[in-house]
């Protein structure tokens, strides 16, 4: 009886059949800074904000399948670990690098499916991932950890995330042993506190007839000046040096007025202001009215100048309200058709008898313009938020010339 052989999960490829099994990896995600990677297996749970979700409802589903919780107040999504994800839920036994140097890195060592290269050091195995499912299925990676502990744990990642048959680990400090490698490899990345003591190891290790590129990948402006004074020395050429940066933009809609709409906007917030001064003049006059001491009318007698300046008062603040009445929408079917109302304001030279208003109304404001809503385009704009992240490192590439001359076309047919 025939049995079947089951493929072995990897980084570097995805399952055919793209369904979860057990004893699988599954990043886990919740949102874009709530992520984790587990192995399914049978009888264990994963808890969340969210609720408990059992790995045997997980094994079956297909990658990719949004799971909802047994409670019903959340969902997640199951995802395929690739590189990439790994980068971001991976425990950080070093600094490591992310998406954006290792992209850039890559993109300028030239690396492609085939292609040998040295790695020092490993660090937290970010970016060996990245690397080796780069270079497969024929490449291969040589990386260089001085840690035990941290060479020992990236080595058992590598067996369970099936790149072992692709990388090869040492544990060996290269600054002072060197890579003890010559003519095998097309790239070399040292992320090295000294990487100019390994650059005359890293030269022998290239393949000799052959153009290779070297990156070292340094925080400090000393490193790099001590680096480029040694590739120098060793025949290196076209030395550069970036810093990879990280900028995000905030999206925004914004209204975009043309002049006349915006001219049109401020007649109609004009027209709004002056229909309702009158109501809120009304309401200080009124206040200030009460406020007035009443000892004065006993020091003028009942029957005095001040007893015929108050009924006076009285009578001109019946009429302001009267007059203010009829001017005060009471509907906003109403208030489009208001009246115009002028405010005049007399001399304040008497302290003792209040000031007192008139309301004229205009008679070309009798028929009110009908109010029209404006609707300008909407224009999508960005722009980078007060903060940002700052400086990781300095990536610095060089050219490696080989010192042997391949035999050309002509002489390889003459050879045969």
Known sequence: MSSMSVEKPSFARYKPNNTIEEGDLVVVYLSRENMSIIRVKTGEYFNCKFGSYKHTDMIGLQYGTKLGSNTGRGFLYLLYPTPELWTLVLPHRTQILYIADISFVMNFLDLKPGMSMIESGTGSGSFSHSIARTLAPTGHLYTFEYHKERADAAKKEFEEHGLSDMVTLQCRDVCKNGFDMENKVDAVFLDLPAPWEAVES??????????????????????????????????????????????????????????????????????????????????????????????????????????????????????????????????????????????????SSSTSTPASVSLAVTEDASIAEPRERIDPKNVTITRPPAEQRGHTSYLMFATFTPTVQRPNLTETKAAQ
């Open 202 to 347: 890293a030269k022998k290790a290239f393949k000799q007839d052959r153009i290779g590129k070297i990156c070292t990948f340094s925080p400090c402006i000393e490193q790099i000046s001590r680096t480029v004074t040694a590739l120098n020395e060793h025949g290196f050429v076209d030395i550069q040096m970036y810093e990879c940066l990280l900028r995000f933009n905030e999206i925004r809609v914004i209204p975009m007025w043309t002049i006349d709409e915006a001219m049109e906007k401020q007649r109609a917030m004009e027209k709004k202001r002056k229909r309702a001064t009158p109501r809120i003049l009304r309401d200080d006059i009124a206040e200030k009215t009460l406020e007035q001491p009443q000892d004065q009318e006993e020091d003028e007698g009942e029957e005095g100048p001040s007893g015929k300046k108050s009924a006076k008062i009285e009578d001109s603040i019946k009429d302001s309200n009267q007059s203010s009445a009829a001017a005060t929408p009471k509907s906003a079917s109403e208030s489009d058709m208001d009246e115009g109302v002028a405010v005049v304001l007399p001399s």
